[in-house]
């Protein structure tokens, strides 16, 4: 089993920065890819980025390019997510994702809050 671990969240004004932080442990070998996704209050949980741990191809939402980067560090096991020249929109429980050969399993979410 996978386990998820995230930092990095809090409160920050407008057009600063922020750096979320996923930790996995466990079978991390079956691991294929992991994702960042956000939930705003009243809205659906939407994808924000994601990468694939063997050739580290990545995905990102059109309203997050240009601005956030996702990366990973294999020595950690951990998955980062660099979040530029935020705005207000992009507040919302960030969760961390990870799927594997058999299963699909979420951190426990991080909350990031953008001041006008």
């Known amino acids: 089993q996978v386990q998820l671990v995230e930092s990095g969240g809090g409160l920050v004004q407008a057009g600063g920065s922020l750096r979320l932080s996923c930790a996995a442990s466990?079978?991390?070998?079956?691991?294929?890819?992991m994702g960042w996704y956000r939930q705003a209050p009243g809205k659906q949980r939407e994808l924000v980025a994601s990468?694939?741990?063997?050739?580290?191809?990545?995905n990102y939402a059109d309203s997050v390019k240009g601005r956030f980067t996702i990366s990973r560090d294999n020595a950690k096991n951990t998955v980062y997510l660099q979040m530029n020249s935020l705005k207000p929109e992009d507040t919302a429980v960030y969760y961390c994702?990870?799927?594997?050969?058999?299963?699909?399993?979420w951190g426990q979410g991080t909350q990031v809050t953008v001041s006008s």
């Open positions: 994702k990870a799927i594997t050969y058999s299963y699909n399993i």
């Open positions: 466990g079978s991390i070998s079956s691991i294929r890819q």
């Open positions: 990468i694939t741990t063997g050739g580290g191809s990545t």
